[in-house]
């Protein structure tokens, strides 16, 4: 994604998520938001469709989204011609009610899968790690060969096997 369209993306996303008072009321608007981009799926096409004017998209988006928050937002997208931004708000949206609960999200890449004691402990050392309440979810990698992998936002901890042979090669080449 260009940077122009994340930083609008932002942009339109803190100013959806400010409408809302507290955490729950956030977390109900972008369910909202949810609902209402699940609902255009059938007529994206139209809504996309620059040739056809916002006055004979209006009455459509009401008919099949209703009139709640997440409805008129997307509307609004759709008249402000930034419908395209749609799901990287969603992406940012979540990231700003993440925020408000004081939760991160952390994928785990291992080789095999994890047992639930497994996931656990790992659960408890990264949240230590990180000070803060995690969402984690867990998905398997042959290819690492072995050890996990850590992602959370734009920080990855590489404690795989195929991740240290990566980094001995490049020390080798140098």
């Known amino acids: 994604m260009k940077a122009q369209n994340l930083y609008l993306a932002q942009k339109y996303a803190k100013a959806f998520d400010s409408c809302a008072k507290n955490t729950q009321e956030a977390a109900s608007n972008f369910l909202c938001y949810q609902k209402a981009l699940k609902g255009l799926e059938q007529i994206k096409d139209i809504i996309e469709n620059p040739a056809i004017a916002f006055n004979v998209k209006r009455p459509l988006l ?45 994928e785990i890449t291992s080789v095999l899968p994890l047992d639930n004691a497994e996931q656990k402990q790992i659960g408890q050392v990264l949240s230590k790690y990180f000070k803060t309440s995690l969402n984690l979810s867990f998905k398997e990698d042959k290819n690492i060969l072995g050890g996990i992998i850590v992602k959370k936002e734009d920080l990855c901890i590489d404690g795989s096997i195929l991740g240290r042979l990566k980094n001995l090669e490049q020390a080798l080449k140098r």
């Open 62 to 106: 009401d008919k099949v989204l209703g009139q709640d928050i997440g409805a008129r937002f997307i509307s609004l997208l759709v008249e402000e011609k930034r419908f395209s931004l749609a799901s990287a708000i969603e992406r940012e949206l979540l990231s700003l009610l993440d925020k408000r609960q004081n939760l991160a999200r952390v």
